[in-house]
């Protein structure tokens, strides 16, 4: 009699645990802009600004969910979405924004570009609890990894990671017509390659007629489109199996990376913006604002909105110089570096779990991208942060904290004291509670190293100099150190 009731316990406590857990969706997406985003334009009195910029479903989901006003990224993807995934400060897990063909054995974690294998991910954390997980679109978190010192190599890399299923590519960017990896120097022999992954897979059902490309676009299907359509197939499947199984769905558009080649159709609706990539860019960010309402009617269809918890972020600030078409406005600086417009991204937290109470709030406490694991974690009824298998293998620690408690108004402040964003291993900005941001060295080099060629040879050493001088005197006094305010 006693192990019945035991069983009868355990039973009705695993029943109480389930009726909470949400369903969790994150939408990561690629190079998307702090004025790009409705949201923030309305508060920039701004006519053109607010006519460029078309996002009124995400506008909407945040005046009734939470705006994260602090969330810290890194300024490039595949650091940020490391960090997503392991629960790790960019430091802490991958540094490198590499193409998905890099393999070096003389890489510091564990012989492989990427998140290692032997951090446990977000996805096995949520699977541990009972949850069908997914991941729909970019991955840029290497390709392949080492299952332990063995050598033997894990693939497909992201069910290798926790995912039950991965619809998507590997690399940090294709092209949204033929699914090529556009830039043949990523690809594999030099040329350029399909890069569209089912599972260990080529989505090879999938690939599109030859002649599809931007300026044949009939009968194609823009890559956005067929995500958008995998996402509401595994929502639709979920729900068609009627089960207490919660899901965790990931999906990482391609929209707003380059190369900007939005649906001709959608480019039309903003033929007032004269300037060609600030066009495309307007018309690629309507265009996954249109996705995301739809695949949020279809969870409220399907009747699985009123327990779900949505997260839609950026993985970095918008790009601006070169093919970017971004708008990073009031904030400095812009993708690639760790001034506020690369590193404070787009955020917020709708749907039917966020409590009454917080609909409709702003919540600046700071936060990380690495936060959103423990926070998963923790709404998700997964016990340990899984860090075990990581410490064995001589890797650092989870630095995620659970927001939940701050998020859900249980508590008044943010856990975090502290951000950190860098380029290399040592810190090289923090920003603190109070909002002031310590900036050391030199700024994120790698998009003014792309900027010296065009630069006349006479201003080109100048900049050498100067960055030399300061590189130099950063050791002896604090000039080249800067306490500014982050909205500066
Ligand atoms: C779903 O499951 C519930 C409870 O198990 C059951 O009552 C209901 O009829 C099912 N719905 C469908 C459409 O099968």
Request: glycine share 10%.
């Amino acid at each position: 009699r006693l192990l019945l009731l035991t069983v009868l316990l355990a039973q009705h406590c695993a029943d109480a645990a389930t009726s909470i857990q949400p369903h969790i969706v994150t939408i990561i997406l690629d190079d998307w802009g702090w004025a790009n985003w409705g949201y923030h334009d309305r508060l920039v009195n701004n006519q053109q600004l607010q006519e460029e910029v078309q996002t009124p479903v995400m506008d909407a989901l945040a005046q009734d969910g939470i705006v994260l006003d602090r969330l810290y990224v890194h300024n490039v993807c595949s650091p940020s979405r490391s960090a997503f995934v392991t629960g790790r400060n960019h430091r802490h897990v991958n540094l490198i924004n590499g193409p998905s063909t890099l393999y070096d054995p003389s890489l510091p974690l564990l012989g492989t570009w990427g998140v290692p294998a032997q951090m446990t991910g977000i996805a096995e954390q949520l699977g541990s609890a009972g949850y069908a997980t997914q991941h729909v679109g970019k991955w840029h978190l290497g390709y392949a990894s080492r299952a332990d010192d063995s050598n033997t190599l894990l693939l497909p890399p992201a069910t290798a990671r926790g995912y039950d299923h991965f619809f998507g590519y590997i690399g940090g960017g294709n092209d949204h017509w033929t699914y090529k990896i556009s830039k043949p120097s990523n690809g594999c022999c030099g040329r350029a390659s399909v890069d569209l992954r089912d599972d260990g897979a080529p989505a090879a059902d999938n690939k599109p007629a030859h002649a599809c490309g931007v300026a044949s676009q009939d009968g194609c299907l823009f890559e956005d489109a067929l995500f958008e359509r995998q996402v509401t197939g595994a929502i639709n499947d979920h729900a068609d199996l009627n089960t207490t199984q919660q899901l965790f769905l990931t999906w990482a558009p391609h929209a707003v990376h380059v190369p900007l080649q939005p649906i001709a159709a959608q480019e039309a609706r903003f033929d007032f913006i004269d300037f060609p990539l600030r066009r495309k860019y307007a018309a690629v960010v309507n265009d996954i604002d249109r996705r995301i309402g739809r695949v949020v009617s279809t969870l409220k269809r399907r009747g699985l909105w009123d327990t779900t918890l949505l997260v839609v972020i950026s993985d970095n600030g918008g790009p601006s110089l070169f093919d970017g078409g971004a708008n990073n406005y009031p904030l400095r600086g812009e993708k690639g570096f760790n001034t506020e417009g690369g590193v404070r991204s787009n955020a917020f937290m709708a749907g039917g779990f966020v409590p009454q109470a917080q609909r409709g709030s702003v919540a600046d406490g700071l936060m990380g991208i690495e936060d959103f694991y423990a926070t998963f974690c923790g709404v998700g009824g997964v016990v340990t942060l899984g860090g075990a298998k990581a410490a064995a293998a001589g890797l650092p620690p989870v630095d995620s904290l659970n927001m939940w408690p701050y998020l859900s108004g249980a508590v008044e402040a943010s856990p975090r004291d502290l951000v950190v964003v860098s380029d290399g291993h040592q810190p090289q900005a923090v920003i603190d509670r109070l909002g002031y941001k310590l900036i050391l060295g030199e700024t994120s080099s790698k998009v003014f190293q792309q900027i010296e060629p065009v630069q006349s040879s006479e201003s080109r050493k100048q900049v050498r100099s100067s960055g030399k001088k300061a590189h130099n005197r950063r050791n002896f006094e604090c000039s080249a150190c800067h306490a500014r305010r982050t909205q500066d």
